[in-house]
């Protein structure tokens, strides 16, 4: 369960001029950091923030900019606090691995819109210590972005944080009474109070000459007030009595003396505090544990202090009233991987029949905690004679307890002599176990200098874990990579067609396209790939290839002489060449290229038919060209329009047969074949008839009509 803090989220067009800069720290100042879409925590950046002392209010200044053509695009923008930890959170709705928790303390999660330029994150009372903010663009739905029109847009974000430190000069020690004074001037004060002694359980006694009613709010390493709090009493009759609950060392907390009753600000009142600690309640002992570092990243096994062994063992007993608990520490070495508790517990002796036997344990932060009062997500069963695995992702930093106890039938301790034996580890790991499933790939990510491991999923897989398949396309792997790769033997009829007219450049390109775009696509696979050589090279050269295949038959169709198409052939090719090298992925220059191609390929026409005075293009070939035109154009629309992630596999494979259909219609037939054939057949007739007319004529007849069909020739080759 996400924990919101109490926040004031203010955002304004213009830039606001905060009055709390005492704490400010060039650090803490982080200049354009570029955002990604937000797939997986590989696309995330996570920025580091500092507040070293107690504070009323913390200001997080946020800039957001963009570079490119953004008209269009307006995403929202997460600015994601967590403090002591990496914010974990499910932008997706994706699940965690079973047996996760996936709960937090203190997380506030903010978003921005991209018209808001400037804006700022008030947090009151904030805890003292580390917070992480984590920033990305929360992804867009496919449908809502056209391929082609769609621009590169660049989204940046500027970030900083100011707070003022609030001094605290009262501090409370052990037996020693603390006089308080709250004048007419002053409706609260401030104390605070450093644990020293490990797991000590505190009593806070208070003494006042007025009988107004004073409350006294207690908080963990944070300034209180009378909404924020984790103890509270009201001293009423002049005194009161704080219990706190047994605490890990080196913590801070601070308390706050305030005055409810608005008739008594008016006047002074003088009182006392004392803490000592309450020996005579039976406190929970704990033992330390140590880190051992193993090889990778985040890899570590706690052990015993005095001790090498990696598993701990306990007996349990209804006789046994001591309550375990061990203490591990959580810091930014390895807040970025995965804490893993494995039990396996075993009831001794076996053949007690009736009987329920199990372990309650708690894992908490800060204090130990038994089950009864632990939090819901963190609390732990352990049935007998089983295997038990919890593990805590991007875990919190602190010093962290594991309390187990003991329970049979239901608590009643009604179990005779039986006991549970509990071996189990504590260790942290990358990611799930230095792994991500059946398909994911486990990374360690640096952003802005902060390390941590992430789960890369594939084929849909989704998930801190790569776990959650609610939108796994596996079973469709084998159809997809069919489609893609087999749609592009559509080729080879218009590779056989140009080789037959003798339009070998034509069949040349269409060959290169035809095979790259096989071989990228059999590369281009999240499960199994097939590269015969570097990935990025084949994406290139199937870009290559498309681009020219538009070229090369749009230059073939114009009215131009061969010597002529073969400069523009080459001239086309190195122009697909060039801007597929400065961004492969401009759809702009692509439609920009294509339309000047086509223009020139229509004023030839035109050109041509005015010089002539007549329609150069036949009927029969302008219904091909419009055949062709409507193949084209529907496997653009499908291309531009229609395309999206989960339809890709066989719109693109659509789009590769219709592309492929198309220049079937507009490659033209061999040059001065026609001509040749009706050139042969009035040779013929003419022979037949000079035969019959006689010799004499022979010679007058033929060069007349070999002059006229040389002529026909001559047209039809312009044509």
Known sequence: ?????????????????????????????????????????????????????????????????????????????????????????SPLNESFPESYISSRHDLLVTIFNRTISNGTVQLENPLIGTWFAMVFIEKLPMNSKSKIFSSDCNLYLTSWLDYQAVPVLLTLTIDQPLSIILSNNTTFVYTSYYTTTRNARLIVLSNWTSDCMVTISARINALPSLFQYDYQTTCQNSSCVMELDQLAAFLWIYFQITVNDSTCQNTSIAGDMLIRFQDDIQHIQSYPTRRIVRSFYYDFIYVPLHTNSSTHSIILSQYNASIYSYEFIVDDRNIGGTIHFDFDTQLKPFNISNMNVSILGCLSKNQPRRHHSCE??????????????????????????????????????????????????????????????????CRIMISQQNIFSACTCLAGYRGYGCTDGTYSHVSRYLPSVLFLTLSNLMFIPAVVFAIYNHLYIEALVYSFNMFFSTFYHACDQEIRRFCIFKYDGLQLSDFIGSYASFIVTLITISFIPRSVKIFL????????????????????????????????????????????RRLQLTRKRLVCICLGLAFAITGLILFAFFETNDNYWYTHSLWHMLMAISILFFLPQKKGQGAHRKTSIELNLNVTSNQSVGVVNEGAILPTTETNNQRDMNTSSTA
């Open 1 to 89: 369960m996400i924990v919101f803090l109490s926040v004031f989220f203010l955002c304004c067009l213009c830039s606001t001029t905060s009055e709390l800069s005492v704490g400010h720290d060039i650090g803490q100042y982080y200049s354009k950091i570029n955002l990604y879409e937000y797939v997986d925590y590989s696309n995330v950046k996570f920025l580091k923030f500092n507040i070293y002392g107690p504070t009323t209010l913390a200001n997080w200044s946020v800039t957001i900019s963009n570079e490119g053509k953004c008209s269009n695009y307006f995403p929202k923008i997460h600015f994601d606090l967590q403090y002591g930890a990496y914010p974990l959170i």
């Open 376 to 441: 819901n997500d963190y609390k732990i069963l352990l049935q007998q004679n089983s295997l038990t695995v919890r593990s805590l992702p991007y875990p919190e930093m602190g010093l962290w307890y594991l309390t187990l106890e003991y329970a049979c039938n239901d608590s009643n301790n009604h179990c005779d002599n039986a006991t549970m034996l509990v071996n189990f580890q504590v260790l942290s790991s990358q990611c799930t176990r230095q792994q991500c499933g059946i398909y994911g790939v």
């Open 569 to 612: 052939f080459m001239l086309g090719v190195l122009t697909c060449v060039v801007i597929n090298s400065r961004d492969r992925f401009d759809n702009i220059q692509f439609i920009v290229l294509i339309s000047i191609t086509f223009s020139f390929t229509l004023l030839t026409w035109i050109v041509i038919s005015v010089k002539k």
